[in-house]
Every structure is written in C-alpha cells, then in structure tokens.
C-alpha cells in the first residue's frame, strides 16, 4: 500500500487549503484513516482521524477550522483547512490503518502558512 499526498502549498493567514491523500490499492478493508503534522516533538501530532468504527477526532488546535472526510471507497482522504494560522505550518503526513495490518505512512506534504 502506498500513500501519496498532495494539496500543500503557501497561503496566507485566514486561507483554505484542502489536502488529499491517495491510497494506492482498492480495499474493502476495515481502515483508520488520519492526518498528522510532524510538529517539534518526538511523535508526530494526530491532527484528525476516522477511526475503525467511524468515529471522527480533531486535536483541539483544529476544531472547528479543519475536517476530515474520505470517498466511500477509502481510496482518497482529504483534510479541508479553513482559517489557516501560522502556528499551522507544517508537513503533513497521511496514515492508513487497516484491520489487521501494519500502520501505512505518506511521505508528506508541506503547508505553509503566512502572518
């Protein structure tokens, strides 16, 4: 399975970006889905997920500002990002989770956002 990310760019403070994630194969499987941001820690920061069963997180820096959503098919996840901020700026990574397999990891796409 692979993950490729686009959507990152430059925008001002107050812009919208909408980032999509492609998953490389069909599946039918169970799967959570998330975006993280690598941040300045150890671990990168969940920033929103769809969990197994459906249900929806967003890190309290975002709510009320991103969403996250996928097609029914699972093969696109995207995280649209509205009020941008520059404490916002960062890579964005998307993780893929199916039942019963290993974790799946982007290469990441840069966001960048200006005061």
């Known amino acids: 399975v692979q993950l490729v990310e686009s959507g990152g760019g430059l925008v001002q403070a107050g812009g919208s970006l909408r980032l999509s994630c492609e998953v490389s194969?069909?599946?039918?499987?169970?799967?959570?889905t998330a975006w993280f941001r690598r941040g300045t820690g150890e671990e990168p920061e969940r920033v929103a997920s769809i969990g197994l069963n459906g249900d929806i997180y967003y890190a309290d820096s975002v709510k009320g500002r991103f969403t996250i959503s996928r097609n029914n098919d699972k093969r696109t996840i995207y995280l649209q990002m509205n009020n941008l901020r520059p404490e916002d700026t960062d890579t964005y990574l998307c993780?893929?989770?199916?039942?019963?397999?290993?974790?799946?990891w982007g290469q990441g796409t840069l966001v960048t956002v200006s005061s």
């Open positions: 194969e069909s599946t039918d499987r169970t799967a959570a």
């Open positions: 993780f893929f989770k199916p039942l019963d397999d290993v974790d799946y």
